[in-house]
């Protein structure tokens, strides 16, 4: 193995609106790690607040596309899942964690599904108990509270939350079976938002904040995964890669807030790369 860092990148692509692979492939690579990607479905646009969208989903390629890559003998170091096309990828993937694991490979679970208390819409009820069980064979997840409530099977309730709330809730997802936890959406006050990251090994808990923009913007979750998995594959501890992810998806958001952009558009994260290259390079 050479010296640069390969991910392998599971999601789908929504060919407008800026989430899923069009912002994990320009995120992890500014951050100078390969970049494979498995689609996992092609829409014309996400589905957060956009109608008519078109969607192709790409069940049957995923399987095929690992076995060419097995026949190639391919090496990750981290496997990066999010947004999946339907109910059966799950245990699609759950096989294809075993098939391309190797030692020292990272699998990161973002388990999108659901925001603001509700499942989105094209899942079904069961979709919680599958991405569960993804969870449960990963080392890293980031879900958000909703997704964390969701697969916990508990009530979800708005912020702003008690920090015992956050820290069992965190416990709660370390003993799913992912030893690495970073949880978004963390508030404890109506100022500031962030994400709470725990370790249950080491069983150390860290906050990451910045001041709360007002509006909800879509494919924030891809842009802080994306830039968390590329800070920790260049070797970075959970703790200062939440500082980072938080810090360029607030930048990413400030700006696309001062531009005055649709929300459903995604953020400009664009203008914010170069800086994250740097912060990740610096360590
Ligand atoms: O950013 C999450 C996401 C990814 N892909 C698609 C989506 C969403 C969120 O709504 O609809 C297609």
Same mark, same amino acid.
């Given at each position: 193995? $050479?010296?640069?860092?390969?991910?392998?990148?599971?999601?789908?692509?929504?060919?407008?609106?800026?989430?899923?692979?069009?912002?994990?492939?320009?995120?992890?690579?500014?951050?100078?790690?390969?970049?494979?990607?498995?689609?996992?479905?092609?829409?014309?646009?996400?589905?957060?607040?956009? @109608?008519?969208?078109?969607?192709?989903?790409?069940?049957?390629?995923?399987?095929?596309?690992?076995?060419?890559?097995?026949?190639?003998?391919?090496?990750?170091?981290?496997?990066?899942?999010?947004?999946?096309?339907?109910?059966?990828?799950?245990?699609?993937?759950?096989?294809?964690?075993?098939?391309?694991?190797?030692?020292? @490979?990272?699998?990161?679970?973002?388990?999108?599904?659901?925001?603001?208390?509700?499942?989105? @819409?094209?899942?079904?009820?069961?979709?919680?108990?599958?991405?569960?069980?993804?969870?449960?064979?990963?080392?890293?997840?980031?879900?958000?509270?909703?997704?964390?409530?969701?697969?916990?099977?508990?009530?979800?309730?708005?912020?702003?939350?008690?920090?015992?709330?956050?820290?069992?809730?965190?416990?709660?997802?370390?003993?799913?079976?992912?030893?690495?936890?970073?949880?978004?959406?963390?508030?404890?006050?109506?100022?500031?938002?962030?994400?709470?990251?725990?370790? /249950?090994? @080491?069983?150390?808990?860290?906050?990451?904040?910045?001041?709360?923009?007002?509006?909800?913007?879509?494919?924030?979750?891809?842009?802080?995964?994306?830039?968390?998995?590329?800070?920790?594959?260049?070797?970075?501890?959970?703790?200062?890669?939440?500082?980072? /992810?938080?810090?360029?998806?607030?930048?990413?958001?400030?700006?696309?807030? $001062?531009?005055?952009?649709?929300?459903?558009?995604?953020?400009?994260?664009?203008?914010?790369?170069?800086?994250?290259?740097?912060?990740?390079?610096?360590?």
């Amino acid at each position: 193995m $050479n010296g640069q860092k390969r991910i392998a990148a599971i999601h789908d692509i929504s060919c407008f609106g800026r989430c899923s692979l069009t912002v994990a492939l320009p995120i992890i690579s500014v951050a100078g790690v390969e970049t494979a990607a498995i689609p996992t479905a092609v829409l014309s646009t996400h589905t957060g607040g956009l @109608t008519g969208f078109t969607y192709r989903d790409l069940t049957d390629d995923i399987r095929k596309i690992v076995d060419h890559w097995m026949s190639l003998n391919l090496r990750f170091d981290a496997i990066y899942t999010g947004f999946l096309g339907s109910f059966e990828q799950i245990d699609i993937i759950s096989k294809i964690f075993d098939d391309l694991r190797s030692e020292g @490979t990272m699998v990161a679970v973002d388990p999108v599904m659901a925001d603001n208390g509700k499942l989105y @819409t094209i899942f079904p009820k069961d979709f919680p108990a599958g991405m569960r069980r993804l969870c449960e064979k990963a080392d890293l997840i980031m879900p958000n509270i909703t997704e964390a409530v969701l697969m916990l099977n508990e009530e979800y309730t708005e912020g702003p939350y008690t920090k015992e709330y956050i820290e069992g809730l965190l416990k709660r997802l370390g003993k799913m079976g992912a030893k690495k936890i970073v949880l978004t959406g963390v508030s404890f006050n109506n100022k500031e938002l962030g994400a709470a990251s725990y370790d /249950a090994d @080491t069983k150390r808990t860290s906050y990451a904040f910045a001041d709360r923009i007002p509006g909800y913007y879509h494919g924030t979750g891809d842009v802080f995964g994306s830039a968390l998995v590329a800070s920790m594959v260049n070797g970075l501890s959970l703790e200062r890669s939440t500082q980072i /992810a938080v810090r360029f998806t607030v930048g990413s958001i400030m700006r696309t807030y $001062n531009a005055g952009t649709d929300i459903r558009f995604g953020v400009n994260f664009e203008a914010g790369l170069k800086e994250l290259a740097e912060e990740i390079k610096k360590g």
